[in-house]
Antibody, heavy 125, light 109 residues
Framework: QVQLQQWGAGLLKPSETLSLTCAVYGGSFSGYYWSWIRQPPGKGLEWIGEINHSGSTNYNPSLKSRVTISVDTSKNQFSLKLSSVTAADTAVYYC???????????????????WGKGTTVTVSS | SSELTQDPAVSVALGQTVRITCQGDSLRSYYASWYQQKPGQAPVLVIYGKNNRPSGIPDRFSGSSSGNTASLTITGAQAEDEADYYCNSRDSSGNHLGVFGGGTKLTVL
């Protein structure tokens, strides 16, 4: 059974860089999109970005200038860095395993089936 | 703003059937996936693909899709189904970026 364990600093000052890591246990690292999602207090889920095992990334355009997602296949880990944080980046950050399946005729499945427990990140001076 | 649109809140009487909908152009190419989130917990996948339930999800949860609208149906809602529900897909730009709906708060009366 695949499990994701995530960790990183929970309290940052404005302008610092958020850094989180997610380790994958119990399953293959290849063939999936390793994703980061966040949820500000009292608000909905926001997709941040993803990376596959070969290092190909996709980022939310609203965060793209500040986000870097990287992968360490030797450790089955992937990481999120978000630079120049502000109070608006205060949120619970989740890592998740993304799956894309081509059904054919231009139709796809996309879903995230395994999630980390979340890390609360607070940005405050 | 989200490219997937959900009603902010829906209510259902205990034991009755409720449908939660999600609209967006990308749903013509991607099946929506649906997540249940209870307070203080990580989201849990409840429906993916055409109408697939992960192991452990009760069969009272089902999914359907027509055109640009995806639906999550709970047949015989239970008290424990009270939660926030989010739909998820790729965006409609063709860049294969993830996107969530704004979420629907389900109240079981």
């Amino acid at each position: 059974q695949v499990q994701l364990q995530q960790w990183g600093a929970g309290l940052l000052k404005p302008s610092e860089t958020l850094s989180l890591t997610c380790a994958v246990y119990g399953g293959s690292f290849s063939g999936y999109y390793w994703s980061w999602i966040r949820q500000p207090p009292g608000k909905g889920l926001e997709w941040i970005g993803e990376i596959n095992h070969s290092g190909s990334t996709n980022y939310n355009p609203s965060l793209k200038s500040r986000v870097t997602i990287s992968v360490d296949t030797s450790k089955n880990q992937f990481s999120l860095k978000l630079s120049s944080v502000t109070a608006a980046d205060t949120a619970v950050y989740y890592c998740a395993r993304g799956v894309v399946v081509a059904e054919g005729l231009g139709i796809y499945y996309y879903y995230m089936d395994v999630w980390g427990k979340g890390t609360t990140v607070t940005v405050s001076s | 703003s989200s490219e997937l649109t959900q009603d902010p809140a829906v209510s259902v009487a205990l034991g009755q059937t409720v449908r939660i909908t999600c609209q967006g152009d990308s749903l013509r190419s991607y099946y929506a996936s649906w997540y249940q989130q209870k307070p203080g917990q990580a989201p849990v996948l409840v429906i993916y693909g055409k109408n697939n339930r992960p192991s452990g999800i009760p069969d009272r949860f089902s999914g359907s899709s027509s055109g640009n609208t995806a639906s999550l149906t709970i047949t015989g809602a239970q008290a424990e189904d009270e939660a926030d529900y989010y739909c998820n897909s790729r965006d409609s730009s063709g860049n294969h970026l993830g996107v969530f709906g704004g979420g629907t708060k389900l109240t079981v009366l």
